[in-house]
């Protein structure tokens, strides 16, 4: 299956988002971007992917009060760069990474806010994956080794953390229907017929045009 569309995937801590992504990459035959970004950020900053990957996905306030005072640009001498915290200058290059990787043509892009960065580009399908909370538990049990004891409160913590950042940077609410075109539920379909749901609403969205 050929396709010209942008896939924008956000995803519950644990939903199996990532690895859904990589297979609808590889299906598709297009590019896959996830933490890579975070690399490619680096490069184009200067600085040590190491202290960019700590601050991935991650929100500050300074970069926010830059923005409503009108002092801001990307790439301006207004508020150059160096100024800003490493939370702020990851977003704005991963944000820069995001719209050339939409130019050169499709590609998955999982989390880092893509469906907002992306939000004027019509040739993107924009997918939110959620899960059953005991099925997300079992999942970062089995898959990233997370204490048992401790599950409930990482699922907690890591989706508190990735919908502070995306309301934070886009201004609007994570997981909010509104945002995307298509919210999947994937411990209801498993991670195949999942991967196979975003393919057919590829197809289906191609051939609405």
């Known amino acids: 299956m050929s396709t010209k569309t942008i896939i924008t995937i956000a995803r519950q801590y644990g939903s199996g988002g990532r690895e859904i992504g990589e297979k609808v990459a590889k299906r598709l035959g297009i590019p896959f971007y996830n933490k890579d970004l975070i690399t490619l950020a680096a490069k184009q900053s200067g600085m040590s992917p190491e202290i960019f990957e700590k601050a991935d996905e991650k929100a500050t306030n300074s970069l926010l009060y830059s923005l409503m ?113 298509l919210m999947l539920e994937s411990s209801a379909f498993g991670i195949e017929n999942s991967i196979d749901l975003i393919c057919k609403a590829v197809e289906m969205k191609e051939n609405a045009r």
Not at 107 to 135: P, S, W
Not at 171 to 177: I, T
């Open 69 to 181: 005072m009108g002092n801001y640009t990307f790439g301006s001498q207004i508020t150059p760069m160096d100024n800003l915290p490493i939370n702020d200058k990851l977003f704005l290059a991963q944000s820069q990474i995001i719209r050339e990787a939409a130019e050169k043509g499709p590609c998955v892009i999982v989390g880092r806010c893509a469906d907002y960065v992306l939000r004027e580009n019509k040739n993107c399908l924009h997918v939110f994956i959620y899960a059953d909370h005991f099925a997300r538990m079992d999942r970062i049990i089995k898959k990233y080794d997370v204490d048992p004891a401790k599950a409930a409160d990482t699922l907690v913590k890591q989706d508190k953390q990735r919908a502070n950042y995306y309301n934070f940077y886009s201004n609007q609410k994570w997981g909010s229907p509104e945002n995307y075109h």
